[in-house]
């Protein structure tokens, strides 16, 4: 029974502190363009026609 004196304010202590982050987290603006991440990971920026120009060069 001693050992609950300890247990129960760490476990509130640590359920303050994660909702305290998860609270900072959405004032910083975390959660504002979700499906943004999702799409530009589907986008290919690198042109595969610039590294093919070295070998080409190479070969001739």
Do not use: C, N
């Amino acid at each position: 029974m001693s050992a609950l004196i300890y247990l129960i304010p760490l476990a509130l202590l640590l359920g303050l502190t994660g909702l305290s982050a998860f609270v900072w987290s959405l004032k910083s603006g975390q959660y504002d363009d979700i499906e943004g991440a999702s799409r530009r990971i589907l986008l290919d920026d690198d042109d595969p026609d610039d590294d093919d120009d070295d070998d080409d060069e190479d070969r001739d």
